[in-house]
């Protein structure tokens, strides 16, 4: 199913909604301000999505957090960043010194509460807008290339929400990527409930 423009942007208002929220519960958490923002919503391929990923991050390896979903669609949702920028992200929020022995300690569980935040606030908003039942796993944490977090046997015919995320904290800006993996067959009726609920996202 092809996507058009103004089904893109339901969906980035959407996920924005999520972050928002996510960034309101993470400012709860930590004495930092953050600001969270989409600034895009793209909808690729599994090999489109590696194209794009592979040409901003020229890391080796991502540092991600995965979990999966069920019910209404199916599929995995994660929240990628380099591997500098996950420290650089841990450090602003923990206070902990960037390369110190602490901080590798304290980095998965930062990161995975945090990619368990921002990723139930986005799910939870497609959720509850189009009125749709989400199952949720527990949240992964794990570092992989690009290639191994997107391209796996089961995913490569699948469809891929990609939204850069921005998190701003401090005059510090860390971008990082919001992955959201429909296996086939899931997407058309993703877009069908946006389509069913356009009114009230607008």
């Keep these: ?16 909604i999520g972050v928002g929220r996510a960034a309101s519960l993470l400012n709860e958490m ?6 969270l923002k989409i600034p895009f919503v793209k909808a690729l391929t599994a090999e489109d999505a590696y194209q794009e990923l592979a040409t901003r991050f020229h890391d080796d390896t991502l540092a991600s957090v995965k ?5 209404s669609f199916y599929g995995t949702a994660g929240l990628i ?7 650089t992200l841990v450090a602003v929020l923990t206070g902990e010194e960037p390369g110190s022995a602490d901080l590798d300690a304290v980095k998965i569980g930062t990161l995975s509460e945090i990619g368990n935040i921002v990723i139930n606030g986005v799910m939870g908003s497609l959720s509850n ?4 039942h989400i199952n949720y796993t527990l949240p992964v944490y794990l570092e992989d290339t690009i290639k191994n977090l997107l391209l796996s046997a089961h995913e490569s015919q699948s469809k891929i929400l990609l939204a850069q995320a921005r998190f701003t904290i401090e005059q510090l800006e860390i971008i990082g990527d919001i992955i959201l993996i429909f296996q086939v067959g899931t997407f058309d ?4 409930a946006i389509n069913g609920e356009m009114g009230v996202i607008w």
């Design 1 to 16: 199913m092809n996507v058009t423009a103004e089904q893109l942007d339901a969906l980035q208002e959407l996920i924005n």
């Design 30 to 35: 930590v004495d930092s301000h953050i600001h």
């Design 67 to 71: 979990l999966g979903f069920t019910g």
């Design 81 to 87: 960043f380099p591997t500098d920028s996950a420290s």
């Design 129 to 132: 807008v189009l009125k749709q």
């Design 189 to 192: 009726a993703l877009i069908n």
